[in-house]
């Protein structure tokens, strides 16, 4: 009973213990975030020039900080702005590389598109949305077959990629659009 009792105090001072480090580790960083917020927020609204994103790309800096276990032994002012840094320029990056593909996008819309008629496009899109509908309708496998054929691949690239036998891929296509053509009919009401 005696030996009970004191492994029970021992384990109530332990939990106590945590408990008052992990106040300090709270207090400590709250420390860190209040008096490094200030300039790691202005270094990314000037790098990134949008107030709602730096506040993001900091927060995102300072969680980081918090994951670390070793946050004690860095220079924290120096982690942070090097972290908030390369935070901003891969924000940059990302915008670039999505302003250039919307770039490449609209301008290959816009070549095989030219002149085209309105009515052509709504039905070219009316048709596209059917052959999605007509395919999430399909058994997956065999609508992955068609994706992939009609991406280009070859019997054997597709075999790789289903891990199936290359002479069973002529036979599954079959199946496959015959099922395709049942799906679409009904979709599109040709039925």
Do not use: C
Request: net charge negative.
């Amino acid at each position: 009973m005696v030996i009970a009792k004191g492994k029970a105090r021992a384990a109530s001072s332990e939990a106590r213990a945590g408990e008052a480090l992990l106040t300090n580790v709270a207090n400590d960083f709250e420390a860190v975030f209040l008096e490094h917020w200030p300039r790691v927020y202005r270094v990314l609204v000037r790098l990134v020039g949008d107030h709602a994103e730096a506040e993001d790309l900091a927060l995102e800096a300072f969680w980081r900080l918090y994951r670390r276990s070793d946050a004690r032994e860095l220079n924290l002012g120096g982690w942070l702005y090097r972290v908030a840094t390369n935070l901003g320029l891969n924000a940059i990056r990302g915008w670039k590389r999505r302003e250039k593909y919307e770039l490449a996008s609209a301008l290959w819309e816009t070549e095989n598109h030219a002149g085209a008629d309105p009515a052509e496009i709504a039905a070219e899109e009316e048709a596209r949305s059917l052959v999605r509908q007509a395919l999430r309708e399909m058994n997956p496998r065999q609508a992955q077959l068609l994706v992939l054929r009609h991406s280009g691949l070859t019997y054997q690239e597709i075999a790789a990629a289903l891990n199936v036998s290359p002479n069973s891929i002529g036979a599954l296509l079959a199946r496959a659009e015959r099922e395709f053509e049942d799906r679409y009919r009904k979709v599109s009401g040709d039925d």
